[in-house]
T-cell receptor, first 108, second 114 residues
Framework: RKEVEQDPGPFNVPEGATVAFNCTYS??????FFWYRQDCRKEPKLLMS???SGNEDGRFTAQLNRASQYISLLIRDSKLSDSATYLC?????????FGAGTRLTVKP | DTEVTQTPKHLVMGMTNKKSLKCEQH?????MYWYKQKAKKPPELMFV???????INESVPSRFSPECPNSSLLNLHLHALQPEDSALYLC?????????????FGPGTRLLVL
């Protein structure tokens, strides 16, 4: 079983749609959680950290469920510029593990 | 400024060559990382340096040799690589090695081993 698992997609949605991604992790000792965005042939860029209480940044909302060991990302009012691969990342101490990413394409 | 720089951007090398990848950050971060990413795969952690000391080596073959000359620089020395080592090599840094610290990535070096 992979340490961090994501649905690879692709998710193809129209502009303005709401889309949600889930990510599950196997290490119950994981301490920190993040969502990164990676454009084609570019480096991962931090989208947001994920806190136990849930957190929101504009159109993006992240949730953490420690009991079920999953994190989620909700994107509202999708824009064309949201098209990218979204990687969840799970960290214990200094060791960060990434999911394989979920590919999102937002179409006009 | 959350910038991590890496050179070169692209590198082609033969299996008998010796080359080095360089990473630099001027954010005062004390933890630096090397990751390897193959196409359509997640980044995989290779090495972690904390306060210029190697703290994690994820069982990486000895043909990859990291070096941290100072707190701003991280090198990855390459020798006798195999074609399967072709990948995007990403450097990252974080303020400290704490669990909640965010890692910031450089643009990567795209390596092709012939």
């Amino acid at each position: 079983r992979k340490e961090v698992e994501q649905d690879p997609g692709p998710f193809n949605v129209p502009e303005g749609a709401t889309v949600a991604f889930n990510c599950t992790y196997s290490n119950s000792a994981s301490q920190s959680f993040f969502w990164y965005r990676q454009d084609c042939r570019k480096e991962p860029k931090l989208l947001m950290s994920v806190y136990s209480s849930g957190n929101e940044d504009g159109r993006f909302t992240a949730q953490l469920n420690r009991a079920s060991q999953y994190i989620s990302l909700l994107i509202r009012d999708s824009k064309l510029s949201d098209s990218a691969t979204y990687l969840c990342a799970v960290k214990q101490n200094n060791d960060m593990r990434f999911g394989a990413g979920t590919r999102l394409t937002v179409k006009p | 400024d959350t910038e991590v720089t890496q050179t070169p951007k692209h590198l082609v090398m033969g299996m008998t060559n010796k080359k080095s990848l360089k990473c630099e950050q001027h954010m005062g971060h004390r933890a630096m990382y090397w990751y390897k990413q193959k196409a359509k795969k997640p980044p995989e952690l290779m090495f972690v340096y904390s306060y210029e000391k190697l703290s994690i080596n994820e069982s990486v073959p000895s043909r990859f040799s990291p070096e941290c000359p100072n707190s701003s620089l991280l090198n990855l020395h390459l020798h006798a690589l195999q074609p399967e080592d072709s990948a995007l090599y990403l450097c990252a840094s974080s303020q400290d090695e704490g669990t909640s610290e965010t890692q910031y990535f450089g643009p990567g070096t795209r390596l092709l081993v012939l």
